[in-house]
C-alpha cells in the first residue's frame, strides 16, 4: 500500500472532507477513532497525522482525546480546529472559551509562511467553526497567523513539525485551502503522490487473488456504479470465480432488470443469475412507514434472498466470499463505534456483518475508495460511460424514495414520474453535469384541476444535486424551462400526480435521500 496519512476522527462532520482533500492530492489518507493506539499508527506505517476538529469542548467532561504518544512517534503533526486546542492543551498551552462563537467566513493574515503557507497569499479568507481557542501558546510553539478573534489562528513548532490551525481548510469555503493540507503534506511529511488508479487496482487485483485463492465469490450486482465497479474489478482479478446474483426487490426503476441483464449477461460475459423476489420485499414491507425499519427489513430480505440463491447456484453454493460495493462514505456514516463522538447518520444494508449461519467472508474491494475514485476505477476497467458516470442509486431503491408506507401503486406513480426526469436529463445534457437528479413520492394529497374538474391527487418532489463525493452537496440551479418541462410532463401524463415540487435543501443539513 501506499504512505498513510492517518485522520484522527473527533466527530466533525468535516472530517470525511479532510480525508478526501487529502487523496486529492495524490496521497493515501486513512481515518481512525480518535483513540487510535500510537502503536498501531506506526505499525500501519503513517508517516503524518492530522487531527480533525470536532463538536466537543476540551473542557467538557468526557471530551474525546488521542493517545498522548502520538506526539513522540517522531512524525508531523497537523491540529484542525478542535484539533489545534488539543495540541494546547495536551502539550503545554491554555485553552480559554471565546466570548463569542466564531461561526462562517473570517480572515486570515498570515504572519509568518514557513511551510504551511508556502507560496499563499498573506491574507486569506477562511471558515470557522468553534467555541473554544487557544489563548497561551506550548513550548516550541510560535504562531504564523492571526484572526480577528485569535491571535494564535495558526501556529508551528518547526522542530518538531507540529503545526495547528483554528480554521477548517477542506471546506469549499476556505480559500486555497487544498494547498494548505498540500503544504503539509509534501512539504512537511515528504509524502509520496502514488495514490494513483493504476496503482489502486494493481494493489486491488493483487489483494482479491491472495484473500480468495481458489475460493467462489457471490456478488449482489445492482447495476449501480459500485457494484458494476466491485464486479469488474473482482472479474479481472478471478473470472469465473465470480458469480454475480441480480436480486428484483420490486422497488427498482422501470426497466431496470431488463437493462442489467442485457448489459452484463450479454456485453460483460459475467456469470449472472437474476432472483425475482419482489413479491416477498413488498410483503415484508407493507405499512411500514419509519425509515430505518424499512432498510433494515430491506437488509435482512436481501440477506435472506442470497441465502436462498446459494442453495441453488450450483457450483457457486460452495463460495467462501460475498462481495459488495461498500464505498468509504458508507463505512464511516453506517458505523457507530463505541465512543464515537460523531453521531450516526444512517444505517445502510451492504455494510456491516453477516449472519453467522451464511458462513460467508466479506469481501469489499471499495471500501477505501470515494464515489469519483470509484469512477476512475470503473472508467479505468473499461466500463462504459453509462455505467461509469450512472448516477448513484440508493441500495434499498423506491423504498427510501416513497415517503411513508410502499405501495404497488405508489411505485407505479414514483416509477413513472422518474422515467420522465431521467428522460428530460439525458435530452437536456443535465444528467451528466449534476450528482444526482430523482423524484420523491410524498405521503400528502394536494388538490389540482384536471378539464373542469377538481383533483385531489399526489404530490412528487424533484430532487436534483451537485456534489464531489456525497459528503456535502447543494441543490442544482436548473433552468427554468426544463424545470418547467419536467413538471408539465409529469402533471400530464402520469396519472395520479397533481402537484410536482423543487427540493431546495442543502447537505448538511438535509441529506441527499429522504428518508
Not at 126 to 146: C, E, K
Not at 326 to 351: C, F, Q, R, W
Request: overall charge positive.
Amino acid at each position: 500500500m501506499p504512505q498513510t496519512i492517518a485522520v484522527l476522527d473527533f466527530g466533525s462532520q468535516y472530517t470525511q472532507v479532510i480525508a478526501r482533500r487529502i487523496r486529492e492530492c495524490k496521497v493515501y489518507s486513512k481515518i481512525y477513532h480518535h483513540s487510535v493506539s500510537a502503536a498501531q499508527l506506526r505499525a500501519d506505517g503513517v508517516i503524518g497525522i492530522i487531527l480533525s476538529g470536532g463538536p466537543s469542548s476540551v473542557f467538557a467532561k468526557g471530551a474525546p482525546m488521542p493517545d498522548r504518544a502520538i506526539f513522540t512517534l517522531g512524525v508531523p503533526v497537523l491540529g484542525v480546529c478542535y484539533g489545534i486546542q488539543l495540541m494546547g492543551k495536551l502539550l503545554g498551552g491554555r485553552v480559554g472559551r471565546s466570548t463569542h462563537r466564531e461561526y462562517g467566513h473570517g480572515i486570515l493574515k498570515v504572519k509568518k509562511p514557513g511551510r504551511l503557507f508556502a507560496g499563499l497569499p498573506r491574507t486569506l479568507r477562511v471558515w470557522n467553526s468553534h467555541g473554544d481557542r487557544l489563548i497561551q501558546l506550548p513550548p516550541g510553539f510560535a504562531a504564523i497567523g492571526t484572526t480577528e478573534n485569535s491571535e494564535f489562528a495558526a501556529i508551528e513548532d518547526r522542530a518538531r513539525d507540529f503545526y495547528g490551525i483554528q480554521f477548517h481548510p477542506e471546506v469549499f469555503h476556505s480559500e486555497r485551502g487544498v494547498e494548505v493540507y498540500k503544504n503539509f503534506l509534501l512539504g512537511v511529511c515528504g509524502a509520496k503522490q502514488d495514490w494513483t488508479t493504476k496503482d489502486f487496482i494493481k494493489h486491488a487485483v493483487e489483494d482479491i487473488r491472495r484473500t480468495v485463492g481458489k475460493s467462489h465469490v457471490i456478488l449482489g450486482l445492482s447495476g449501480g456504479v459500485d457494484s458494476s465497479v466491485a464486479a469488474a474489478l473482482i472479474h479481472r482479478a478471478i473470472g469465473k470465480q465470480l458469480t454475480c446474483v441480480f436480486v428484483d426487490n420490486g422497488l427498482l426503476r422501470a426497466g431496470e432488470r431488463a437493462q442489467v441483464e442485457s448489459l452484463y449477461a450479454r456485453n460483460f460475459k459475467i456469470n449472472l443469475r437474476v432472483e425475482d423476489a419482489s413479491e416477498l420485499f413488498l410483503r415484508r414491507l407493507k405499512g411500514v412507514t419509519d425509515p430505518e425499519r424499512k432498510r433494515k427489513i430491506i437488509g435482512r430480505t436481501f440477506v435472506a434472498v442470497f441465502e436462498q440463491s446459494l442453495k441453488s447456484v450450483g457450483r457457486a453454493a460452495h463460495a467462501e466470499f460475498l462481495a459488495q460495493g461498500t464505498l468509504y462514505p458508507d463505512v464511516i456514516e453506517s458505523v457507530a463505534i463505541a465512543g464515537n463522538p460523531a453521531a450516526l447518520i444512517k444505517s445502510h444494508h451492504n455494510v456491516g456483518g453477516l449472519p453467522a449461519r451464511m458462513k460467508l467472508k466479506l469481501l469489499e474491494p471499495l471500501r477505501e475508495l470515494f464515489k469519483d475514485e470509484v469512477r476512475a476505477v470503473g472508467a479505468a476497467l473499461g466500463l462504459p460511460r453509462e455505467v461509469v458516470w450512472r448516477q448513484p442509486f440508493p441500495g434499498p431503491g423506491l423504498g427510501v424514495r416513497v415517503a411513508g408506507a410502499i405501495t404497488p401503486a405508489r411505485l407505479d406513480v414514483l416509477r413513472r414520474a422518474d422515467a420522465i426526469l431521467q428522460e428530460e436529463m439525458m435530452a437536456s445534457g443535465w444528467y451528466w453535469k449534476v450528482w444526482q437528479s430523482f423524484c420523491v413520492f410524498l405521503p400528502v394529497k394536494s388538490v389540482g384541476v384536471i378539464g373542469d374538474e377538481r383533483n385531489y391527487a399526489d404530490v412528487i418532489a424533484l430532487r436534483i444535486v451537485e456534489s464531489l463525493d456525497a459528503m456535502t452537496a447543494d441543490w442544482t440551479r436548473l433552468p427554468y424551462d426544463l424545470l418547467q418541462k419536467i413538471s408539465s410532463r409529469i402533471t400530464n401524463e402520469v396519472r395520479g400526480v397533481s402537484r410536482v415540487v423543487l427540493d431546495i435543501s442543502s447537505k448538511p443539513p438535509a441529506t441527499i435521500e429522504w428518508e
